[in-house]
């Protein structure tokens, strides 16, 4: 099981003073890769400043990507329009998931927030199923509670 406790605080001490949220965020999706079992691709997508119905790459850790996301669609795009955190044990029963990894089978998006708005997502994602349960969307959240406290966004 892991240590969701330790894991935000070693986000943050990577990430504090970090001039770079490019790096920080980097940095961030090789701990979360490192730390936790059974997660097949980790890392974010960000909302386009130039394009605010969008989603776009940003570091990450795992398989090739989609490179955008439609506000509203798929795992990321619901949770950023929902500014909520999307449990799914079963991407194939997602209304809309995307496949960018057709081995993916379960996944968990959580929002990030800056200056009172959603600003990014962490996407985790497994290739077994159920992966992700109600402690990993607790302790993710705490994780990314860190990350909103210290990276520059």
Not at 18 to 41: I, R, T, Y
Not at 49 to 61: I, V
Not at 80 to 108: M, N, Y
Not at 127 to 139: L, N, Q, V, W, Y
């Amino acid at each position: 099981m892991t240590d969701y406790a330790l894991l935000a605080a070693q986000a943050r001490a990577l990430c504090e003073g970090c001039p770079s949220w490019v790096a920080a965020l980097a940095n961030a999706s090789a701990l979360v890769m490192e730390s936790m079992d059974d997660v097949s691709w980790a890392g974010f997508y960000l909302v386009d400043e130039s394009d605010s119905t969008r989603l776009l790459l940003g570091p990450f850790q795992g398989k090739v990507a989609c490179v955008e996301i439609a506000r509203g669609r798929g795992v990321c795009g619901t949770a950023w329009e929902q500014d909520a955190t999307q449990l799914v044990p079963d991407v194939h029963a997602f209304p809309g998931h995307i496949a960018c990894d057709s081995a993916s089978r379960s996944e968990i998006v959580v929002p990030i927030h800056a200056n009172g708005r959603v600003v990014a997502v962490l996407d985790l994602d497994s290739t077994s199923p159920a992966r992700f349960d109600e402690a990993d969307a607790r302790g993710l959240e705490g994780l990314v509670a860190s990350l909103e406290e210290v990276v520059a966004w």
